[in-house]
T-cell receptor, first 115, second 114 residues
Framework: EPEVTQTPSHQVTQMGQEVILRCVPI?????FYWYRQILGQKVEFLVS????????KSEIFDDQFSVERPDGSNFTLKIRSTKLEDSAMYFC?????????????FGPGTRLTVL | AQSVTQLGSHVSVSEGALVLLRCNYS??????LFWYVQYPNQGLQLLLK??????LVKGINGFEAEFKKSETSFHLTKPSAHMRDAAEYFC????????????FGAGTILRVKS
């Protein structure tokens, strides 16, 4: 069964460093998402992406964040200058379309630890 | 604005007992509703979803949920719990007008006792 994959599974970085989290969505999907879950808190929407541009972003997704689909398979989330509060589990998701509550399929997540 | 409330951050049941995980939503119009499950060290897996068809929705692993508009609820049930059901369960809501982003509840950890 097709699945969303994410690398790395765990990333440790120093405050102020740049990190890139990588995702490979399901191959025929056209809509891509990033969510995050800070330990003990809800899963929160960050950004959605379609047709090589951001469709929607949350208040969390400020200028420190960017997304990119550098090739036909990868979808990346970049944090330019990490802060302690960026420590969280980051989930990538993809869906075939956005009609009628189409299912978003999630990857296993990347645990980001900022020291 | 949409929101989801899951009553009970932890639920404990005996193996073979009924599982009931509660979810209430807040939305001005009927939304799409989802239940996801997260097993340890894994991603979120869709259990079932409501998209305005039948109000009783059957999902994987014997779970089902009933959409009740009058109660703004979408509770998840399973007649007989199994040890493998131990996981964290998330209720989520989306609406096309909001770009189909998922708004999640806080999650409920289900413990199954032998």
């Amino acid at each position: 069964e097709p699945e969303v994959t994410q690398t790395p599974s765990h990333q440790v970085t120093q405050m102020g460093q740049e990190v890139i989290l990588r995702c490979v969505p399901i191959s025929n999907h056209l809509y891509f998402y990033w969510y995050r879950q800070i330990l003990g808190q809800k899963v929160e929407f960050l950004v959605s992406f379609y047709n090589n541009e951001i469709s929607e972003k949350s208040e969390i997704f400020d200028d420190q964040f960017s997304v990119e689909r550098p090739d036909g398979s990868n979808f990346t989330l970049k944090i330019r200058s990490t802060k302690l509060e960026d420590s969280a589990m980051y989930f990538c998701a993809s869906s075939e379309s956005v009609g009628s509550g189409d299912t978003q399929y999630f990857g296993p997540g990347t645990r980001l630890t900022v020291l | 604005a949409q929101s989801v409330t899951q009553l009970g951050s932890h639920v404990s049941v005996s193996e073979g007992a009924l599982v009931l995980l509660r979810c209430n939503y807040s939305s001005s119009v009927p939304p799409y509703l989802f239940w996801y499950v997260q097993y340890p060290n894994q991603g979120l897996q869709l259990l079932l979803k409501y998209t305005s068809a039948a109000t009783l929705v059957k999902g994987i692993n014997g779970f089902e949920a009933e959409f009740k508009k009058s109660e703004t609820s979408f509770h998840l049930t399973k007649p007989s719990a199994h040890m493998r059901d131990a996981a964290e369960y998330f209720c989520a809501v989306s609406r096309r007008e909001y770009g189909n982003k998922l708004v999640f509840g806080a999650g409920t950890i289900l413990r199954v006792k032998s």
